[in-house]
Nanobody
Framework: QVQLVESGGGLVQPEGSLRLSCAAS????????MRWYRQTPGKQRELVAA???????NYADSVKGRFTISRDNSKNTVYLQMNSLKPEDTAVYYC?????????????WGQGTQVTVSS
């Protein structure tokens, strides 16, 4: 059984910083990819950042230069460092990991963590 647990969200002032974490536990054979999404009410879920098994990354244009995705494969954990936060970054952030469990590949989602940027 695999579980993804997110942490690090909260209330922060504009120009502040937060670091989100998403740790997977269970009988994981390998990690194929890790991603962060965000969603606000009435809007489609948006891919914020992704990192593949080789370590290459990509970001949404709206967060380039401000957010950094990283990973620690030994801990099955993905991080999102969020700097220079803006009110428009307010959203529920969801992590996603593509994992091999047993002999099959699965996509798992975290429970979501609220990030609110407000003065």
């Amino acid at each position: 059984q695999v579980q993804l647990v997110e942490s690090g969200g909260g209330l922060v002032q504009p120009e502040g910083s937060l670091r989100l974490s998403c740790a997977a536990s269970g009988s994981i054979v390998s990690i194929n990819a890790m991603r962060w999404y965000r969603q606000t009410p009435g809007k489609q879920r948006e891919l914020v950042a992704a990192i593949n098994s080789g370590g290459s990354t990509n970001y949404a244009d709206s967060v380039k230069g401000r957010f950094t995705i990283s990973r620690d494969n030994s801990k099955n954990t993905v991080y999102l460092q969020m700097n220079s936060l803006k009110p428009e970054d307010t959203a529920v952030y969801y992590c996603n990991q593509d994992l091999r469990v047993g002999v099959r590949d699965y996509r798992y989602w975290g429970q979501g963590t609220q990030v609110t940027v407000s003065s």
